[in-house]
């Protein structure tokens, strides 16, 4: 075996070895998200018992973001867990100003316009989650065209104060 042959077979199993230990970044609900999840809501339930049931059914589109957003910033989640909590707290507060009783939650879930209201909140976070990238995309590329636009005008009023020679072809 001659060393080149050697030397190109240890840096193949370097190569692959160093892949090996490489580490895929995690995606997915991680376990402190559940423990996390689970602490705030036997808080809650402590702390707002009867409107916690009112808050658990008006915060499952932010519930259903988080296992649905594999990306590993969780953007979509955050997106739409704070149009999410938009369209909750202000019913959440009704809620409260009314004491917290269990009459008071069985009529605020009993108005279908709540519901409406929290699940287009929701929604709109969804929207703003798939819009938002193309729209900041639409715009940067008018910048770009602008820019280039406003090159080509300054290059040939170069060329024509200084003549053809000066632009590089």
Excluded: C
């Excluded at 705030?40 to 988080?66: D, E, N, Q, R, Y």
């Amino acid at each position: 075996m001659t060393s080149a042959s050697m030397a190109s077979r240890s840096s193949k199993s370097a190569v692959k070895k160093a892949l090996k230990q490489r580490k895929k970044p995690s995606v997915g609900i991680k376990w402190w998200h559940i423990a996390l999840l689970l602490i705030a809501g036997l808080t809650l339930v402590v702390l707002i018992k009867h409107s916690f049931i009112f808050l658990l059914a008006g915060m499952l589109p932010s519930i259903v973001a988080l296992i649905v957003d594999r990306s590993h910033r969780k953007d979509a989640f955050k997106t739409v867990t704070a149009m999410n909590l938009a369209g909750v707290l202000p019913y959440l507060y009704e809620l409260w100003l009314q004491g917290n009783t269990v009459p008071s939650v069985q009529n605020m879930v009993g108005q279908m316009e709540v519901w409406l209201v929290i699940y287009a909140a929701a929604g709109a976070g969804w929207i703003m989650t798939w819009f938002g990238p193309r729209a900041s995309q639409v715009v940067m590329e008018m910048v770009a065209l602008l820019q280039t636009a406003r090159l080509e005008a300054s290059q040939k009023h170069l060329v024509d104060e200084w003549g053809p020679e000066i632009k590089r072809q």
